[in-house]
DNA sequence: CCCCTTTTTACAAAGCTTTTACAACTTCGC
DNA sequence: GCGAAGTTGTAAAAGCTTTGTAAAAAGGGG
């Protein structure tokens, strides 16, 4: 697989063509330009993408960023996503994809995405 | 034979020539391609699949997927089985069966077909 | 205080579900 | 066969929920 891994097995580092975190250091770089994230701006970034691939669902996204349980009505998830993306420029899209109802899911940048075959519909599968 | 089957002995996977659904993962593929289902899209197909080669009544769509007793009056069953349709693009009408009065039907790719003048196969229970 | 970060608020936009209205079809009695 | 009654197909609109966005308010460490 990817990074080297430590003794809890956890990777420390993500690398794709465009995107690279040190896990331990805890830092990003963007296309050689280290990113400037605050720390829950890294915290949601650093989960979503050590979960690359996986849909993260909203709730555990509050639980492990924010510790918030179920009952809590808040929108700063949304707000820091919406910080990410634009801190990840033109890839934004790419890299954070929203599951509708759900949560969120950080793609690998060069990723297969299964192409829409029907007209209608939007670009994602159900999934939990 | 189907698939894998959990613990509590309901299969996982669903595969024929053309359409493959992870219940798991609640994750449908027709073609190689993933679909992309909505919710209720996918409950709904996922009902029909797991019974497929049965009947199943409008009354039990109509519970199991909306919770909706007989009292209900609505036609938004109707609707989802277009849509779903719609998504099995030129498979639809050979996997999903209107019986009329009744209910619908899914049937694997191959399976044999015969006249439903009179209709047979068992019909799901109602009851919750 | 001041600056930076985080959260809330309010509204806009997008997505999903349900209803509505009408067309097409099936069944059944005649 | 024919027509009536009921059922299903279909397209479009309405309704509701979720997410995006900008700005203001609230916190926190120096």
Redo the contacts between chains.
């Keep these: 697989m990817a990074g080297l891994q430590n003794t809890l097995n956890q990777p420390q580092l993500y690398r794709d063509e465009h995107l690279f975190i040190d896990f331990h250091q805890q830092a990003a770089v963007l296309d050689s330009q280290r990113m400037t994230l605050t720390r829950k701006e890294y915290d949601l970034l650093a989960l979503l993408v050590r979960h690359a691939g996986e849909i993260v669902p909203r709730e555990a996204l509050l639980m492990r960023v924010w510790g918030y349980g179920s009952e809590i009505r808040t929108r700063t998830l949304d707000v820091h996503i919406r910080r990410l993306r634009k801190k990840l420029g033109v890839y934004a899209d790419q890299y954070i994809e929203t599951i509708f ?1 759900i949560g969120y899911r950080f793609q690998p940048f060069h990723a297969p995405r ?5 007209p ?9």
């Design positions: 109802g299964f192409a829409q075959s029907t209608e519909g939007r670009p994602l599968a159900v999934s939990a």
